[in-house]
């Protein structure tokens, strides 16, 4: 299973890679949970558009300063193609400097958090259930099975400017092992001790009163200035002495800079902006978690969600707790019970097909790209409905004062990090409420959005493999006379309609339906050439003329062995016979389709 996979990204990567100038435009490449994202030397050679027709592409977009390319769960696997053709590994990230202010930062912290999100991610669930078993009496407190497990969860998230002084220094290319050294002094028991000593001193200085554990921003800050002492002290050291004098000399001047300068106002700042974030939940917490709530999937939409990871893991670290959290997840679920409403509803075998697993990936793991770009999004109220879900949800959530005690991807399975302050009564109704309207008001707005986003495409009436009209063994079909279209050489008999509307035209025989949409596009499903002939033998027509159909509803069946023992083609035609009056009717690139499959695009 595993190996179709890959070989089923080969293509999608070498076509987002043509896309995109080729390996030769490629910056930089890496991948978060579920994007390809791409820094390109000369953005006007990417086709976004071409990108975003590869196979298994959910959604391209543009922001902060990367080129990104939704792929969804898989994305490892198209990632590892990329890597084959351009060369390069997982991590490099882009040249400092590209873009305005703000795109530079959100792309700093993508290529900062990028690699350890799931490690941060997971291990928190395991430190939100512990909490839960402390609390509940399953695990004794103060025993050595707390102790084990909790330096089994919290080690991660103690040590976690070790793990940001990596992709530190990767991005920022420093010496990744120098930049251990200097961070590992933020960490070093002897100055844990002389940092709450009482009248501590240092070179004649007070010693600043400062913990580091579990801190983001001083480690950040400490490697982006490493980087700049390193290549200094690299140009003016003689070959002969460089290799080892630069990482003590580094070291000599960083940690006594970062202990007395970097980290304190680092850390100034970071409780600033904890305190910030808490006097807005302190003055109007619905204000708050209504902007959070209704806003947060817009910010996954352009992937600006990274700029939060750090003010999330800060505010943990500085006061225990993430408020902002409590809102996300009523967003996150919001999204999620709208994915789950056109999974239920929908009669489309290909939303089906998508929604099940981005539904699931969204409310158990919170991952919600799936969703929005393979689901939501594209039928626009399912993603509105969710935004609406999310900020009411969140303004109720907010208010209840309910807070994660660790950094968890706010989801199903992380709803133990939030039992632990504030009203669970009133924040449970508040991301019931965010599910309740996210799913309900996509129950009932779905066939309106459905019918909306189906008009400028026409679907697959069968399950099978399209062919364009010129290989169709049928002077009239093949020369476009009846109109623009495709063929498909079916996989089975059953035959689904390509569109919604009224049936207009059924034959005795069964062998033919057409079809006219609400607006006007006027389509013909024919079955197999010159079946005509066969007299209603082996067809089974299920609708009747002047009878509405829904996208994918089934117009009939054909037995598709009579037709070849009868010695036609069974080759499904399907045109759009009103071309002429359209503004554009365009087939979509050929391939194996399923049922509903968009396979024309029409543009009155």
């Not at 930089?28 to 990417?46: I, M, N, V």
């Not at 800050?221 to 580094?250: D, I, K, S």
């Not at 994660?404 to 039992?419: I, R």
Request: with cysteine; charged share 15%.
């Amino acid at each position: 299973m595993s190996h179709t996979k890959e070989n089923r990204f080969e293509e999608t990567a070498r076509r987002v890679v043509d896309a995109l100038g080729g390996p030769e435009n490629l910056a930089s490449a890496t991948h978060c949970a579920t994007r390809l994202r791409f820094t390109l030397r000369d953005p006007e050679k990417a086709d976004m558009a071409a990108a975003g027709a590869a196979p298994g592409v959910l959604k391209t977009l543009v922001a902060g300063g990367q080129h990104q390319v939704v792929i969804g769960n898989d994305v490892p696997l198209a990632y590892r193609e990329v890597q084959r053709i351009v060369g390069t590994h997982e991590g490099e990230d882009a040249e400092a400097g590209e873009g305005n202010l703000f795109h530079r930062f959100v792309a700093l912290i993508s290529a900062l958090f990028t690699p350890i999100i799931w490690a941060l991610a997971g291990v928190a669930i395991g430190k939100a259930f512990l909490q839960m078993a402390l609390q509940l009496g399953w695990v004794a407190a103060g025993s050595g099975t707390e102790a084990v497990l909790g330096a089994t969860f919290d080690g991660v998230f103690y040590f976690l400017p070790f793990f940001l002084a990596l992709t530190a220094a990767k991005h920022f290319k420093v010496n990744p092992y120098v930049a251990l050294a200097v961070v590992s002094a933020l960490l070093h028991p002897q100055i844990a001790e002389l940092a709450v000593a009482p009248g501590s001193t240092a070179f004649g200085l007070p010693f600043p009163s400062m913990s580091y554990a579990s801190s983001v921003i001083p480690a950040i800050v400490a490697v982006w200035v490493t980087g700049y002492v390193e290549r200094w002290w690299q140009r003016v050291l003689p070959g002969a002495l460089r290799n080892f004098l630069t990482p003590a000399l580094v070291v000599l001047v960083m940690v006594p800079l970062v202990l007395f300068t970097i980290g304190p106002v680092t850390m100034w700042l970071s409780h600033g902006v904890a305190g910030g974030v808490n006097a807005l939940f302190d003055v109007a917490p619905w204000l708050a978690g209504a902007l959070m709530g209704g806003l947060w999937q817009v910010f996954v939409l352009f992937g600006l969600h990274w700029g939060f990871v750090p003010v999330f893991l800060n505010d943990i670290a500085s006061s225990g707790w993430e408020p902002l959290l409590a809102p996300v997840l009523a967003a996150v679920m919001a999204q999620g019970a709208a994915t789950l409403a056109v999974l239920t509803v929908t009669r489309s075998s290909r939303r089906r097909r998508v929604a099940g697993p981005a539904a699931l990936s969204a409310v158990l793991a919170g991952v919600t790209e799936p969703a929005i770009y393979g689901v939501n999004l594209p039928l626009k109220l399912p993603f509105y409905m969710g935004i609406a879900g999310g900020a009411v949800g969140g303004a109720i959530a907010a208010f209840s004062g309910a807070a994660a005690n660790a950094f968890v991807l706010p989801a199903a399975l992380s709803l133990p990090a939030f039992l632990h302050r504030g009203s669970l009564p009133a924040f449970f109704l508040g991301v019931g409420v965010a599910m309740a309207i996210g799913y309900v008001g996509t129950a009932i707005t779905l066939r309106r959005a459905e019918a909306r986003a189906d008009g400028a495409t026409v679907g697959a009436p069968v399950a099978g493999r399209t062919v364009a009209l010129a290989e169709i063994p049928d002077e009239v079909f093949a020369s476009k006379a009846m109109g623009e279209g495709v063929g498909i050489v079916p996989e089975d008999g059953c035959i689904v309609s390509p569109v919604a509307g009224t049936v207009v035209a059924v034959p005795k025989s069964g062998h033919a339906f057409g079809l006219k949409t609400d607006d006007g596009v006027e389509v013909l499903v024919h079955v197999g050439l010159d079946t005509v002939t066969m007299r209603g033998e082996g067809f089974s027509p299920a609708v009747s003329r002047g009878q509405r159909v829904d996208r994918g509803q089934t117009l009939g069946s054909v037995d598709l062995e009579a037709v070849r023992r009868a010695g036609h083609p069974d080759t499904v035609i399907l045109v759009v016979t009103n071309t002429s009056a359209l503004g554009s009717v365009t087939p979509l690139a050929l391939g194996a389709v399923a049922p509903g499959d968009p396979v024309i695009a029409v543009a009155k």
